[in-house]
């Protein structure tokens, strides 16, 4: 979140908020340097902290779920970008 907080910015975003439901005291302070508002409703002074904890089901991703979902949203975003029978926007 830090390094597309940073990317938004340079880009010339007027205003950067950023959003978590639950983050780490340290994650919020960090953050908070960096954009314009910070909202979390949840926010824990636990060591060692885990995003986990706060959720009654929780399950890491395989490499082959976030593959699925990445190429589902590139897809989705093709077809966000093509203009009505053109192109992908962009593309030649």
């Given at each position: 979140?830090?390094?597309?907080?940073k990317s938004i910015r340079q880009r010339?975003?007027?205003?950067?908020?950023?959003?978590?439901?639950?983050?780490?005291?340290?994650?919020?302070?960090?953050?908070?340097?960096?954009?314009?508002?910070?909202?979390?409703?949840?926010?824990?002074?636990?060591?060692?902290?885990?995003?986990?904890?706060?959720?009654?089901?929780?399950?890491?991703?395989?490499?082959?779920?976030?593959?699925?979902?990445?190429?589902?949203?590139?897809?989705?975003?093709?077809?966000?970008?093509?203009?009505?029978?053109?192109?992908?926007?962009?593309?030649?």
């Open positions: 979140m830090m390094a597309a907080s010339g975003a007027a205003t950067v908020a950023a959003a978590a439901p639950v983050a780490s005291s340290t994650a919020r302070e960090l953050l908070a340097a960096v954009v314009d508002e910070v909202v979390s409703p949840v926010i824990s002074h636990r060591t060692p902290f885990a995003v986990a904890g706060f959720y009654r089901e929780w399950h890491d991703l395989t490499d082959e779920e976030v593959s699925v979902e990445l190429k589902g949203f590139a897809e989705y975003g093709k077809r966000q970008r093509r203009g009505p029978g053109g192109p992908v926007l962009g593309e030649t």
